[in-house]
């Protein structure tokens, strides 16, 4: 070959790959789609669609090469191009399925979201990932309707509220079974790994039908992760300013082909005494807290799950160590807690499976001078059996659950032997639900269900839900009606009953909660040419109680009364939620909650302590792919509380102010196996009023001079007659701080 040669060769290859080209056009329901994503897999190499949804992208080497196509909410699509397929002509994309998860917790069986007739809202993974959080209590609070509620300043117990009902009425489930419940309400949340949560599940309102008891104001079902669905090996860790560290180790190992298991580690540790307020107490419960859990898959048959937790935490004055334990030198609230669970299912058939569940929990507890020892044991086995006939989707069901309770407090004394008694409970349940599907657009639900309560006798639940839509599902309506009841347990979920100076008094036995809820749910989905998807659902909701026990801090400012309400309790509102994903990587969260609750009894309308009348919740996220960061906020708006005040002289607010809480993230992903993420909490840096502690200086009392009647006098160094309370509280001490982590997977296994 000639020199001449060589260059006339070497310049015809050099013209071909200039000339080498890839055009198209891509649709959606017979409309251009602007800015959809062209890249060429495994290159650094793409483009986007014009206006008319045109693109060309142009190649200098092409060897079986494939094109992605990706547009947010729809799927994406993968094209082979060669030298003969050029020209791909009209490419059409769907919206993407997904965005209609399937959910279980509405009616024990998985079903499109779209086709629940129950109303249930899902928050994936990721959406916890854009506020790191060291327990599933805190992570929740960016849900709309949905408030973490403290419950004492010293020691940072807190229970979930949903539209502003009280924490005992919301039921807590994983894995769809009741884990969280009784003496483990105010503390079982806080050992859950965020990191182990594939997406949870809420739902709002009585779902007594389908859960007895507790659930009447609604449910939170925690799925956790299938082992194969997860990475070999996965560490997520952060530290904050204020000392915080927490860390979750995940690793998955096989057992064979079809057999899997996930083995989860969180560690939590708080051990930096912080008094930012200047009350000589503890800003924030420090805490030394180990939670290991292990869930075994085989095939689809079988899973099964274990997790221990143990917790050391104390809260109280700055010099306050455990050589002071329920002395009266120091004040101190120390809460020791042992937990063991063991939860699983088993598919007889597709139609046919047993669920159980078994958890035993120890608390060995000092509130100053007021010991707490308790413990509960509670069993819980259900059988499901489901059956479609036509029309109708049937299932029915078999519950039993037993529970066991002792501790050292009044709620176990027996008056007349004058020693303390445990109390055993066997709750076994019956029920049956009917899911009749008219057409594609029209179905209806009723559901009844039967409990033997071994204290408190025969309890009926029934409910009826109905939905309604058009036929691509864009439109949905709901129309909800049903009852549900609940058991007290006083000192097991109100932890105001065991802090502080005040006496807690029972009138009389206390009888099951019940109520009677209707809601009704709208909610609309539109897909934009451009590419963005816009989802809003408006909720109506309206729940009476006929007996609802509710704690009287009102009658005797030294103590805390528990009678059955004889009146009606009264929770209504409605809610707003609002998503917008764009195509520039921008995803908007937005939510609104309006509540109107009150209690009326003897001709009186109060409203109740620590109820919002408004909360607000937004999370905006934008991401640029080019540099891998994605940008989150996040934050809350909660309306005036009202607060326990200690009788008319008490010079603190009757109400909270209205708070905002503010939080910024920013992401970057290095590669598919490690990420670094840091930010500031709290960026408005909100905290409540110093004096949430009544004379914090006089824990014990010493300096309190009372009457005959044990009530507090106004005196030259007490003024206004108060006593120590911890229980006026509505939100954290903790102002802003900063927080620095990283994420590492390994996916090879």
């Known amino acids: 070959m000639t020199f001449r040669s060589f260059i006339l060769i070497f310049l015809f290859q050099i013209a071909s790959a200039q000339e080498i080209s890839v055009i198209g056009k891509v649709i959606y329901n017979e409309q251009p789609l602007e800015g959809v994503t062209v890249l060429l897999k495994g290159l650094n190499l793409g483009t986007i669609t014009n206006f008319k949804g045109q693109f060309k992208l142009d190649f200098t080497k092409l060897k079986n090469q494939k094109l992605i196509f990706s547009y947010t909410g729809y799927k994406p699509i993968v094209k082979k191009i060669n030298y003969d397929n050029l020209n791909l002509g009209t490419i059409t994309l769907e919206p993407d399925e997904s965005l209609d998860e399937v959910v279980v917790s509405g009616t024990l069986k998985p079903v499109s979201k779209l086709d629940s007739s129950v109303p249930v809202e899902v928050y994936a993974k990721t959406f916890f990932k854009a506020n790191p959080t060291a327990s599933i209590f805190e992570a929740l609070e960016n849900i709309n309707g949905i408030r973490p509620q403290l419950n004492c300043s010293v020691c940072n117990t807190g229970d979930i509220h949903i539209n502003g009902q009280e924490g005992s009425y919301t039921m807590i489930l994983i894995d769809g079974l009741p884990i969280v419940s009784g003496l483990s309400t105010v503390y079982g949340l806080s050992g859950i790994p965020q990191s182990l949560i594939e997406r949870v599940e809420v739902i709002k309102g009585p779902a007594s039908t389908l859960y007895g008891s507790e659930a009447i104001g609604g449910v939170i079902n925690l799925i956790t992760r299938l082992p194969e669905n997860t990475s070999k090996l996965a560490v997520d860790s952060f530290l904050s300013g204020w000392g915080e560290v927490n860390t979750d180790v995940g690793y998955k190992y096989r057992l064979s082909n079809k057999n899997f298991g996930l083995l989860g580690i969180n560690y939590f540790n708080y051990s930096n005494p912080i008094d930012n307020n200047q009350d000589g107490f503890t800003d924030l419960t420090l805490q030394d807290r180990i939670s ?111 529970t066991y309770y002792d501790d050292d407090t009044t709620a176990t004394f027996d008056e007349l032997l004058q020693l303390n008694q445990e109390t055993i409970s066997h709750l076994p349940g019956i029920f049956i639900q009917d899911e009749i599907k008219f057409n594609s657009k029209n179905t209806l639900l009723l559901g009844l269900r039967y409990d033997y309560n071994s204290t408190h006798g ?292």
């Not at 079988?302 to 004055?317: C, H, L, N």
């Open 292 to 402: 290991i859990f292990n869930k075994l898959t085989f095939g689809t048959q079988f899973s099964v799950a274990t997790r221990f937790v143990y917790e050391d935490r104390w809260g109280g004055q700055m010099n306050w160590s455990p050589k002071y334990r329920g002395g009266d030198i120091l004040y101190g609230e120390s809460i020791y807690t042992s937990r063991f669970e063991i939860f699983g299912k088993y598919k007889f058939n597709s139609r046919f499976s047993f669920s159980f569940s078994f958890n035993d929990h120890n608390q060995n507890s000092f509130y100053g001078l007021t010991p707490f020892n308790a413990d509960q044991t509670i069993g819980f086995g259900q059988f499901v059996w489901d059956k479609k006939i036509k029309k109708h989707d049937i299932l029915f069901g078999l519950a039993y659950r037993y």
């Open 458 to 749: 025969n309890i009926l639940t029934p409910r009826v839900n109905y939905k309604i839509s058009n036929e691509d599902k864009s439109k949905v309506f709901r129309l909800s009606i049903g009852s549900g009841y609940r058991v007290a347990q006083v000192f097991t979920e109100d932890h105001a009953a065991l802090t502080g100076a005040r006496d807690v008094v029972f009138l009389e036995d206390l009888n099951p909660k019940r109520s009677w809820n209707i809601s009704g749910n709208f909610l609309k989905k539109l897909y934009l040419k451009q590419g963005a998807i816009i989802d809003f659902d408006i909720s109506i909701f309206h729940t009476r109680f006929s007996n609802k026990i509710i704690p009287d801090y009102d009658s005797d400012p030294n103590k805390i009364i528990y009678t059955n309400l004889y009146g009606s309790s009264v929770n209504q509102g409605a809610s707003l939620n609002l998503n917008l994903l764009i195509q520039n990587g921008i995803r908007v969260n937005l939510g609104a909650t309006y509540i109107d609750s009150y209690i009326e009894n003897q001709d009186l309308r109060i409203t109740p302590y620590l109820t919002e009348s408004f909360q607000g919740v937004w999370k905006v996220e934008k991401k640029w792919k080019v540099s891998n960061l994605t940008l989150d906020i996040t934050g809350t708006s909660t309306g005036p509380l009202r607060l326990p005040t200690l009788g008319p002289l008490d010079p603190r607010p009757n109400y909270s102010s209205t708070f905002h809480i503010l939080n910024f993230q920013l992401t970057k992903s290095w590669n598919n196996t490690f990420e670094t993420y840091g930010g500031v909490k709290n960026l408005l840096d909100f905290t409540p009023t110093a004096e949430s502690i009544a004379r914090s200086f006089d824990p014990f009392d010493n300096e309190v001079t009372f009457n005959a009647q044990g009530d507090a006098l106004s005196t030259q160094n007490n003024p206004f007659a108060l006593t120590f309370d911890p229980s006026y509280v509505y939100a954290s001490n903790q102002g802003i701080r900063f927080f620095f982590g990283l994420r590492w997977k390994l996916n090879w296994f």
